[in-house]
């Protein structure tokens, strides 16, 4: 009986020994490929810079072009429409500072710490526990995969309010008595400015003092945050619930709510919620989700509609312009290949930025597989009792694939160390695994699921 014993143990050590050697290839592997992706990456933002240079000396020849036709008054018109033009396309841009700046141009004190904090340049207002890390880098103003952008940050105002349907449905099923959660500016600027760090980081980035719920992968993320979590706190099974218990939790009434689309081509939806309270630092000012929705499509509308009046006005101002001189003909055939030469190094900047953020994810899952097997080795090598996961955090098991739907019914299984009134959580698809992490005070909790991820602190 012995003999079969340490004969198996024997197997069961050969086994994971060359597991582990096999991990460590892969880790190699997908280093390799990390490297390879962001050399490729740094390519593609040259050949955008040079595009860029090009588009801009394109645009030069243009004017002086103009200026030479000899039309003064015409030139002049076009100049002034051209001008018009770009300044809203300018607005536009600067994404959601310049829905801020025009709420603080209104007299609104939380907007304008809104706009210094999503326009930071440093980590001078961050006062979270990471607040010495600059994390002001990773925010891109108005960019496509930012939470800045006005059509990124549109989506997020229009489910402003699911919050507050999921903290009445708990009044209604629990007896509470939690109130609607409104809404500032600076709430909604740190949401934004943490997720832009962590659409692409499995973590919270802890730069500012403030709840927060972050969700990777799920079109709905409260699926994940209430409907799962509230399951297993009601069931009194192990798993993160700091999700939940942010929702419901009473002290809370003021919120921030940010979105990103196609972050990775893992993710495709990631979403970031910060809580605070009236009185704090982040809680002046609160308004209604309807006043706040109110005031931000009314800037977003005007917005939108500048931008197709003044590029009516310039269509105009360049049809009453008159026959072209060739060396107008010829600056703009120029102009428009510049133009289209700029679009398309965007475009394979985003597409190859997009392959380095998958490769990255996969190395740091290669990299966290070797690290568990390393450690299972040596317990195995120790003889220890103690069981190990091989392909999540030391303290998470992998539970079955869940349905496809993101409707996952399989808990999470965990030490479940939950206290106080600050939790957050976070979701995200890493090698189609969800990690689940819960910040309470100094505890950390993680847990590891198929296709989804999510963590809240």
């Given at each position: ?28 592997q ?8 962001e ?34 008054g ?8 051209q ?17 801020f ?7 609104d004190?939380?907007?304008s710490?809104a ?6 340049k440093?980590?001078v207002?961050?006062d979270g ?23 990124n ?34 709430a909604?600027?740190?949401?934004q ?5 962590s ?27 209430y ?5 297993i ?11 939940y218990?942010n ?13 990103i689309?196609?972050s990775?081509?893992?993710?495709n939806h ?8 009236d ?35 310039l ?20 102009l428009?290949?510049?133009q289209?030469?700029y679009?398309?190094?965007l ?24 690290a ?23 303290n ?5 694939t869940p ?16 206290a ?9 698809n ?6 689940t ?8 909790v993680?847990?590891?699921k ?8």
């Amino acid at each position: 009986m012995v003999s079969d014993l340490n004969g198996r143990a024997a197997t069961d050590l050969a086994t994971l020994k060359s597991k582990y050697e096999e991990a460590k290839k892969h880790t190699k592997q997908a280093q390799e490929a990390k490297i390879k992706a962001e050399n490729e990456l740094e390519s593609a933002n040259k050949n955008l810079g040079s595009a860029k240079t090009n588009l801009a000396a394109a645009k030069k020849d243009k004017e002086e072009a103009d200026k030479n036709a000899g039309q003064s008054g015409d030139s002049t018109q076009i100049a002034q429409a051209q001008k018009r033009y770009d300044d809203a396309v300018a607005k536009y841009n600067l994404g959601s500072a310049g829905f801020f700046k025009d709420l603080a141009d209104q007299g609104d004190t939380d907007a304008s710490f809104a706009y210094n904090i999503i326009t930071a340049k440093n980590n001078v207002l961050q006062d979270g526990a990471l607040k010495d890390t600059d994390y002001s880098g990773f925010t891109n103003l108005g960019a496509v995969h930012d939470a800045t952008n006005l059509e990124n940050m549109k989506k997020a105002i229009d489910e402003l309010d699911q919050v507050n349907v999921y903290r009445q449905n708990e009044n209604t099923t629990e007896g509470t008595h939690l109130i609607d959660l409104k809404v500032s500016s600076s709430a909604m600027a740190i949401s934004q400015y943490q997720l832009n760090y962590s659409k692409d980081h499995t973590g919270h980035s802890q730069a500012f003092n403030i709840g927060e719920n972050l969700a990777w992968g799920y079109s709905n993320p409260f699926i994940g945050w209430y409907d799962e979590e509230k399951e297993i706190f009601k069931n009194g099974g192990s798993g993160v619930t700091g999700h939940y218990l942010n929702i419901v939790n009473e002290n809370y009434t003021v919120m921030g709510y940010s979105y990103i689309s196609g972050s990775r081509a893992l993710y495709n939806h990631t979403y970031g919620q910060t809580f605070t309270f009236d009185g704090s630092k982040y809680g002046t000012n609160a308004v209604s989700v309807a006043a706040y929705k109110g005031k931000f499509n009314t800037y977003y509308n005007a917005v939108k509609q500048e931008i197709a009046d003044a590029k009516t006005a310039l269509d105009e101002a360049n049809a009453a312009s008159g026959p072209k001189t060739p060396e107008q003909v010829a600056a703009e055939e120029k102009l428009a290949l510049a133009q289209q030469a700029y679009n398309a190094a965007l475009q394979a900047v985003t597409q190859v930025e997009v392959t380095a953020n998958v490769k990255k994810a996969e190395y740091e899952v290669a990299v966290a597989n070797e690290a568990a097997l390393k450690k299972a080795l040596a317990l195995v090598n120790g003889g220890s009792n103690v069981e190990t996961d091989t392909n999540q955090p030391s303290n998470a098991t992998k539970p079955s694939t869940p349905t496809v739907d993101n409707n996952v019914n399989q808990k999470e299984t965990e030490n479940k160390k939950m206290a106080g009134l600050v939790n957050t959580g976070i979701e995200i698809n890493l090698g189609g695994y969800i990690i689940t992490m819960a910040i309470a005070g100094a505890a950390l909790v993680t847990s590891a699921k198929k296709q989804k991820k999510y963590a809240s602190k």
